[in-house]
């Protein structure tokens, strides 16, 4: 049992590139969630998925698109990378809904120059 | 949407004694509020929640309350011991979404 896994742990991007950040979980949760975390603003979530086939925008969603590929996976796409979006990145699970825990992924370090 | 506010957004203490940390949210309608800890370089791993049903909620050395009437809820550590030195949020939720306050690193001095 992984729990939540995410990929890559780190990586460098250009101002303009695009990459994919991947997140999959094993609890057999229905909802997930990509938050981003930086220096002393605590997590804010960008998107957040409270079943397989659906999406919604959280607090910080411009300049990201997600997607919910199955129950187990969801991503998070930066089409083209701005030094802003450099955060760290952490995706969570929970059975059901904002009122059980979230489990989260490890992370992902991302940095855009 | 949610706001919620954590205060301090530092705190060290000495070992043995004990660490409080509060926080207040907006939205009245909320009705779950966990806390978690984040080591450095970890993920954050819930330590405590709450239900709005429940005044307080108490696990070995950790303990929260809760007063809706005034949006606010606490974490309580005692007998602090150098692994509680970690960064500590606190959460509210009432829906799908979690809102998170900005943090409080925590120091316990030897």
């Known amino acids: 049992n992984a729990g939540v896994t995410q990929t890559p742990k780190f990586q460098v991007l250009k101002t303009g590139q695009s990459m994919t950040l991947q997140c999959a979980q094993d609890?057999?949760?229905?909802?997930m969630y990509w938050y981003r975390q930086d220096p002393g603003m605590g997590l804010r979530l960008i998107y957040y998925s409270a079943s397989e086939g659906t999406t919604d925008k959280g607090e910080v969603p411009n300049g990201y698109n997600v997607s919910r590929l199955n129950k187990r996976e969801f991503s998070l796409r930066l089409e083209s990378a701005a030094p802003s979006q450099t955060s760290v990145y952490f995706c969570a699970s929970t059975l059901s809904g904002g009122f059980n825990e979230q489990f989260f992924g490890p992370g992902t370090r991302l940095t855009v120059l | 949407g949610e706001n919620v506010e954590q205060h301090p957004s530092t705190l060290s203490v000495q070992e043995g004694d004990s660490a409080v940390i509060k926080c207040t949210y907006s939205?009245?309608?909320?009705?779950?509020f966990p806390w978690y800890k984040q080591e450095l370089g970890k993920r954050p791993q819930l330590i405590i929640d709450i239900r709005s049903n429940v005044g307080e909620k108490k696990d070995q050395r950790i303990a929260v309350t809760l007063n809706k009437t005034a949006k606010h809820f606490s974490l309580h550590i005692t007998e602090t011991q150098p692994e509680d030195s970690a960064v500590y949020f606190c959460a509210a939720s009432n829906d799908y979404k979690l809102s998170f306050g900005a943090g409080t690193t925590v120091t316990v001095r030897a």
């Open positions: 609890m057999n949760h229905n909802s």
């Open positions: 939205d009245s309608a909320s009705n779950y």
